[in-house]
């Protein structure tokens, strides 16, 4: 472990502003977050998520966490300027140094009486520089300003325990209150917080609690909203600019394609502002209110009749058939549908056999937490075969759960919506008819026959519609439910 003589003084990075110097690494600002209530700071390299640091500030408390973190931002800001060609590992050195050096200290190491000769060898090197250097009329500005810093830090030498980031912060504050510019800056290089920078922040803290698939679609949305921000710095934003912002992604999209955008946006500046990145977002009530129908439609029941009878006309050994059939009888979405396993499909002690619509497995993924679920299977819905699936369910059997899916997911919906559906409905085949129609059909039935809202719920693993039925499902035995779905396809349930 090197000794204190051997770093550099903090104090010469007053000296470092005088000209510009183009740093090897360059650094985004420190960003904070909490584990388990204790407080953290995290270093990064612009540009980089995996070229990072992390301290624990040691306290729980905001405030104290804070104070830590503005020493060692400063620090090793310092340390920045004064070695402009440092490489990431010794900067994130240095700061793994001073943190355990400061942090663990009982007192404030960076008193005045530790830096005061300090003080005054910096002031001598600014006259110096000043003196020998051909410097512009603003360069002249800076050093002067820089040495009026000195002076007054210099009276409060005597005595004086403050430490010195916390006297050269009030001397900024103080040349800000007297309409001054600032030689210092509490960022380690001042850039433009643009969105780009924050979703960087954002994704190297929160990335790792997303799925992959969610994190995907993210990271596309945060470079579309990249692109059409491009280089505003939202610390300085408007309402007007998140405004413009929504009328040129609504430019060419679906309202609630626009939304969607939007509430990505907003959760990377929430988190900006409770970070300390942003002081405000303008972002409240700016999604879309109108134009949200969707464009989707139902089929009629004798479309789906069509759509089942074309499904039962393929070889039962087809993934193709049980796609189809499995999508009309239980209204479970493409995806669901497309990643069931041979242990998806469940015969319960009751004798009802059921899908179980979960993530477990490899590439499984469900919308939310409340898409998992038992769907029963009602033999003879529509013409459905149940003895004719379990054959087909045996003939995928391994030693390991085994796809029932023949196709991926991307192909099954072609062939679905562009191959299947129309030549199953011909003539009767509108625009906005898919496989997903069948899941707003099976919908419909439920609610045109009156069936409870949290039956319904139980067998489309929708979000609540009602706050009553904010735990649908946990309370519904799967025999309750396929007793409801045998009479909705028989025609015998009536609002029971």
């Known amino acids: 472990m090197k000794t204190q003589s051997e770093r550099s003084t903090v104090t010469t990075a007053v000296t470092s502003l005088v000209v510009p110097l183009r740093p090897t690494t360059r650094l985004a600002k420190p960003y904070h977050y909490r584990r388990n209530g204790i407080y953290y700071l995290r270093l990064r390299e612009t540009g980089s998520v995996s070229q990072t640091a992390s301290v624990s500030l040691k306290t729980t408390d905001r405030k104290a966490a804070m104070d830590a973190s503005r020493r060692l931002a400063e620090t090793i800001k310092a340390f920045h300027l004064d070695h402009p060609q440092a490489t990431w590992q010794e900067l994130r050195d240095h700061l793994l140094w001073v943190a355990e050096n400061l942090l663990s200290a009982a007192h404030d190491v960076h008193s005045l009486r530790d830096w005061g000769d300090l003080y005054e060898d910096v002031r001598t090197n600014l006259t110096e520089i000043a003196a020998t250097m051909p410097l512009s009329v603003d360069q002249h500005e800076h050093v002067a300003r820089a040495k009026k810093v000195m002076d007054a830090a210099q009276v409060r030498l005597q005595g004086d325990s403050v430490p010195l980031v916390e006297i050269i912060r009030e001397l900024e504050d103080d040349q800000l209150n007297a309409g001054e510019a600032v030689p210092l800056s509490l960022s380690v290089l001042p850039t433009a917080m643009t969105f780009e920078t924050l979703s960087g922040l954002y994704l190297a803290d929160r990335g790792q609690d997303q799925k992959a698939s969610t994190l995907k679609e993210t990271k596309l949305c945060h470079g579309l909203l990249s692109s059409q921000l491009g280089s505003l710095d939202l610390r300085n934003h408007t309402r007007a600019d998140l405004v ?16 969607k955008l939007i509430v990505k946006l907003s959760a990377v500046l929430a988190w900006a502002v409770e970070n300390g990145h942003l002081a405000k977002a303008y972002d409240k009530k700016l999604k879309l209110t109108k134009g949200l129908e969707s464009t989707r439609k139902a089929f009629s029941q004798a479309q789906v009749g069509k759509v089942m009878e074309y499904a039962n006309s393929l070889s039962e050994t087809s993934w193709k058939r049980w796609l189809l059939s499995l999508g009309v009888i239980t209204g479970g979405r493409l995806n669901e549908i497309s990643q069931l396993t041979t242990r998806d499909i469940q015969t319960l002690e009751s004798g009802v ?64 919506n562009q191959q299947a559906i129309p030549a199953a409905l011909e003539e009767d085949h509108t625009a906005g008819l898919t496989f997903h129609s069948l899941r707003h059909s099976l919908a419909s039935l439920m609610q045109v026959k009156g069936v409870p809202t949290v039956h319904a719920q139980a067998v489309m693993g929708h979000a609540s519609g009602t706050i009553t039925f904010d735990t649908y499902g946990s309370g519904v035995p799967v025999e309750v439910v396929a007793e409801m779905l045998r009479g909705l396809f028989e025609g015998g349930f009536e609002g029971r």
Not at 245 to 259: F, K, Y
Not at 353 to 379: F, Q, Y
Not at 387 to 413: D, H, M, N, W
């Open 353 to 416: 056999v059921a899908i179980h619509i979960n993530e477990v497995g490899e590439g499984k993924s469900i919308k939310n937490k409340r898409s998992e679920r038992l769907v029963p299977l009602t033999d003879g819905a529509y013409g459905f075969d149940l003895a004719a699936f379990l054959r087909y369910v045996e003939s995928c059997k391994g030693s390991e759960p085994k796809s029932l899916a023949q196709i991926g997911y991307k192909t099954a919906g072609e062939w679905a």
């Open 244 to 259: 413009a912002l929504r009328d040129r992604l609504s430019q060419g999209r679906m309202p609630s394609t626009v939304n």
